[in-house]
Each structure stands twice: as structure tokens, then as C-alpha cells.
T-cell receptor, first 113, second 113 residues
Framework: DAGVIQSPRHEVTEMGQEVTLRCKPISGHNSLFWYRQTMMRGLELLIY????????DSGMPEDRFSAKMPNASFSTLKIQPSEPRDSAVYFC???????????FGSGTQLSVL | GENVEQHPSTLSVQEGDSAVIKCTYSDSASNYFPWYKQELGKGPQLIIDIRSNVGEKKDQRIAVTLNKTAKHFSLHITETQPEDSAVYFC????????????FGKGTTLSVSS
């Protein structure tokens, strides 16, 4: 199994640009999570999906952030427009709903200049 | 919702010494407590977990203890080695369908030889 796959690994963009982060969960996993990691706030839960349905998006910072899961093998996190304070490492993670073990991808390092 | 506090934020030990990291949680319904290790440039990886029906669990040099009454749990690493140097995160969840792991802010462990 290839594990959770995220792309791109690094993204550098200018303020105001749209950014799209992508995630492919482990095959068969039916829960998917987006976390953001910063030095100040640690690992923050942004949003998660069960069976492709968003369950809790209360962690999404503001309307500039949106996430979709069109099918069981793909999810996107979009920031539009991006701001320098969005700079962070964004992680995607997946698990079986009935199994607590959560598996993380390698993350996307986002820098907004 | 759940809130997880983790201490210390940084920990430096000599090779061969023991290291202890402590976490407290707020939701008495939480019943699953994993620990993750994050190496530089990588996503967090599960190293050990414990459920609320168990007080202690061991895996070679790593052990986790849980005190449900006091709502705290700890990670113990014995005979530390330089490769144990990393950021360690504790987390908690209720393990009900539709719930997510909530993480502590992390402990940076440095093991010097």
C-alpha cells in the first residue's frame, strides 16, 4: 500500500492566488481528515469526511478555505484568495471509520509570499 | 469539545536516559489515546496507542500509561537513542463514528550522544 498521497509536496505562491492541495487516501479507508500544522498552534483539525460527506468543518479558518471529496479516493483543500498567514504544512490523513488508527500523508509545505 | 494539553514542549536527555511526556484531556468520554512521532519533513506516524480499558501498554522501549480518573496519560521511552529525536504528539478521541483525533501541541525530544 502506498499510504496517503499528497501533492504537491511544496507550494510557493503569491498573496491573492488560488491554491489547491490534493490528497489520495489509503484504499478502502472511508474517513479523511485535513490538518494544518504551525509552530504556534500545532496540529489543528480543519475538516473531516466520512464516506465522502463532510462531518465537521468548524476548524476551517474562514470562507477562503473550502474542501471537497468528490469520491472515495480523492480530496482537495482550496484556499482562495491565499494570504501570508496561511503559510503552514497541511496534512491529509485517513482511516477506516470503525478503526481509530489514523495514517498521515507527508504533507504539503505551503508558503504564501 | 475535547482539549488536549501536552508537557513539556521541549525535552533534552542524554543517550541511555529515560524520557517522559505527559498529556491531559478534558472529555471524560474519550477512550482512545494514541501517540505519534514526527520526524523532520515527514508526517506524524503512530508509534503506540492505548484504550481506556487498559492502564498500561508496552512495546519494547516505549510504554504508555493511562489514568482515566485523573484524565491524563503519559509516554515513557527508556534507553533513549539519538534516533528517538523527533517531535512527539499525544491525541485523544471518543472513537465514535464521526469523531476526530484532537492533538496536543507536541514535544520536541532531543537525545544527545
Amino acid at each position: 500500500d502506498a499510504g496517503v498521497i499528497q501533492s504537491p509536496r511544496h507550494e510557493v505562491t503569491e498573496m491573492g492566488q488560488e491554491v489547491t492541495l490534493r490528497c489520495k487516501p489509503i484504499s478502502g479507508h472511508n474517513s479523511l481528515f485535513w490538518y494544518r500544522q504551525t509552530m504556534m498552534r500545532g496540529l489543528e483539525l480543519l475538516i473531516y469526511f466520512n464516506n465522502n460527506v463532510p462531518i465537521d468543518d468548524s476548524g476551517m479558518p474562514e470562507d477562503r478555505f473550502s474542501a471537497k471529496m468528490p469520491n472515495a479516493s480523492f480530496s482537495t483543500l482550496k484556499i482562495q484568495p491565499s494570504e501570508p498567514r496561511d503559510s503552514a504544512v497541511y496534512f491529509c490523513a485517513s482511516r477506516y471509520t470503525t478503526n481509530e488508527k489514523l495514517f498521515f500523508g507527508s504533507g504539503t509545505q505551503l508558503s504564501v509570499l | 469539545g475535547e482539549n488536549v494539553e501536552q508537557h513539556p514542549s521541549t525535552l533534552s536527555v542524554q543517550e541511555g536516559d529515560s524520557a517522559v511526556i505527559k498529556c491531559t484531556y478534558s472529555d471524560s468520554a474519550s477512550n482512545y489515546f494514541p501517540w505519534y512521532k514526527q520526524e523532520l519533513g515527514k508526517g506524524p506516524q503512530l508509534i503506540i496507542d492505548i484504550r481506556s480499558n487498559v492502564g498500561e501498554k508496552k512495546d519494547q522501549r516505549i510504554a504508555v500509561t493511562l489514568n482515566k480518573t485523573a484524565k491524563h496519560f503519559s509516554l515513557h521511552i527508556t534507553e533513549t537513542q539519538p534516533e528517538d529525536s523527533a517531535v512527539y504528539f499525544c491525541a485523544a478521541t471518543t472513537n465514535q463514528a464521526g469523531t476526530a483525533l484532537i492533538f496536543g501541541k507536541g514535544t520536541t525530544l532531543s537525545v544527545s550522544s
